[in-house]
T-cell receptor, first 112, second 116 residues
Framework: TQLLEQSPQFLSIQEGENLTVYCNSS?????LQWYRQEPGEGPVLLVTVVTGGEVKKLKRLTFQFGDARKDSSLHITAAQPGDTGLYLC????????????FGQGTILTVHP | GAVVSQHPSWVICKSGTSVKIECRSL??????MFWYRQFPKQSLMLMATSNEGSKATYEQGVEKDKFLINHASLTLSTLTVTSAHPEDSSFYICSAPRGGSNEKLFFGSGTQLSVL
């Protein structure tokens, strides 16, 4: 079973601070995705990383895929209250589209 | 706008009754859809893969007779929770890949099931 260990599980910070969420596995994934989920809604895809060492930026969010494609990180710069939510990493197993293994999730709260 | 529609958004039912949840791809065809389950403040757990025109594939530990999946058309998959019990109360989410790529995977808005 491919497991994704996501940390931290909870993160409470002040507006303007930076933060990093980590996603680690002992297994290799063909791709890794990051989602954000609001309460009572489905996850919304933020980014997909495919290549080892890949870095993608989405405004204040920076996503990195480890060289060995076993780990990933999400870094948020100058967090805003609007960034509050549940962040999930998810790894894809080969070509099984949609059969994602999700990390435990990180509940981020950004206080004004 | 939403490309995967899930209905209902929430449902309350009595123990022992069955509940059907629908998942529709709105502007694309999906030969495969996926059903996940999520408990409060926890991550998503894949329950089963819904295959159009054939039997669903269930993950280990998921009772196929308890969670009936039907994928009768290229745009609709249904999950029926049969003889629901309070422990079945959860947030159920479907997803469908568009374009055959993980990069274009869309999730429904989820269904909150509460069994009394």
């Amino acid at each position: 079973t491919q497991l994704l260990e996501q940390s931290p599980q909870f993160l409470s910070i002040q507006e303007g601070e930076n933060l990093t969420v980590y996603c680690n596995s002992s297994s290799v994934f063909s791709s890794l995705q990051w989602y954000r989920q609001e309460p009572g809604e489905g996850p919304v895809l933020l980014v997909t990383v495919v290549t080892g060492g890949e870095v993608k930026k989405l405004k204040r969010l920076t996503f990195q895929f480890g060289d060995a494609r076993k780990d990933s990180s999400l870094h948020i710069t100058a967090a805003q209250p609007g960034d509050t939510g549940l962040y999930l990493c998810a790894g894809a197993r080969g070509t099984s589209y949609g059969k994602l293994t999700f990390g435990q999730g990180t509940i981020l709260t950004v206080h004004p | 706008g939403a490309v995967v529609s899930q209905h209902p958004s929430w449902v309350i039912c009595k123990s022992g009754t069955s509940v059907k949840i629908e998942c529709r791809s709105l502007d694309f065809q999906a030969t495969t859809m996926f059903w996940y389950r999520q408990f409060p403040k926890q991550s998503l757990m894949l329950m089963a893969t819904s295959n159009e025109g054939s039997k669903a594939t269930y993950e280990q530990g998921v009772e196929k007779d308890k969670f009936l999946i039907n994928h009768a058309s290229l745009t609709l998959s249904t999950l029926t929770v049969t003889s629901a019990h309070p422990e079945d109360s959860s947030f159920y989410i479907c997803s469908a890949p568009r374009g055959g790529s993980n990069e274009k995977l869309f999730f429904g808005s989820g269904t909150q099931l509460s069994v009394l």
